[in-house]
């Protein structure tokens, strides 16, 4: 199947400093792509749309100046999580629909983000 | 928007017995629906899919069955063993197209050696 990469698995920052995910598509091309948040024990939950050359779409709640998607080419996006602070601190999850079956979702490795 | 619905949320199973996980959905142009199973720490992981034109799947232990008229659809595991142990998700696509899913709560299951 398709690769999605994530990077880093693991981050632990301080609060009020910001923290940078990427999420590259290895072997296809990915217009779009989407970023989710897990906390624990809980589902996976959209937090936005990555749109490749415009801007995103964010779920409802979901502050767009405090994580910022950049989706400059059709194999990297990334979030930025500004000004971070611990409630901030979750699994996130970036995914793609794409390659040549159309409909299955390949995820990242997952990035979990600690702010201390 | 889809709406998607998982039960239940824990289940413990002897080694050896089945087990089922149930979801409904909301949005009758769902035309894909996926189920994942979480290991903790890892991202999801695909393990078994069907599309609406199908009404049940088989993958050796695994099969997927599909209802579009009651909307729902479910998961279910033959001859568990301790390995199956996960949290399983079900999801289903917003919309048709390459669209982000919604997902079911979750399942805990537990086999027990």
């Known amino acids: 199947g398709a690769v999605v990469s994530q990077h880093p698995s693991w981050v632990i920052c301080k609060s009020g400093t910001s923290v940078k995910i990427e999420c590259r598509s290895l072997d296809f091309q990915a217009t779009t792509m989407f970023w989710y948040r897990q906390f624990p024990k809980q589902s996976l939950m959209l937090m936005a749309t990555?749109?490749?050359?415009?801007?995103?779409?964010?779920e409802q709640g979901v502050e767009k100046d405090k994580f910022l998607i950049n989706h400059a080419s059709l194999t990297l996006s990334t979030l930025t999580v500004t000004s971070a602070h611990p409630e901030d601190s979750s699994f996130y999850i970036c995914?793609?629909?794409?390659?040549?079956?159309?409909?299955?979702?390949?995820f990242g490795q997952g990035t979990r983000l600690t702010v201390v | 928007g889809e709406n998607v619905e998982q039960h239940p949320s824990t289940l413990s199973v002897q080694e050896g017995d089945s087990a089922v996980i149930k979801c409904t959905y909301s949005?009758?142009?769902?035309?894909?629906f996926p189920w994942y199973k979480q290991e903790l720490g890892k991202r999801p992981q695909l393990i078994i899919d069907?599309?609406?034109?199908?009404g049940e799947k088989k993958d050796q232990r695994i099969a997927v069955t599909l209802n579009k008229t009651a909307k729902h659809f479910s998961l279910h595991i033959t001859e568990t063993q301790p390995e199956d142990s996960a949290v399983y998700f079900c999801a289903a696509p917003r919309g048709t197209g390459r669209r982000a899913l919604t997902f079911g709560s979750g399942t805990r299951l537990q086999v027990q050696p």
């Open positions: 990555s749109n490749e050359g415009s801007k995103a779409t964010y």
């Open positions: 069907i599309r609406s034109n199908v």
């Open positions: 949005d009758s142009a769902s035309n894909y």
């Open positions: 995914s793609a629909r794409g390659g040549q079956l159309n409909t299955e979702a390949f």
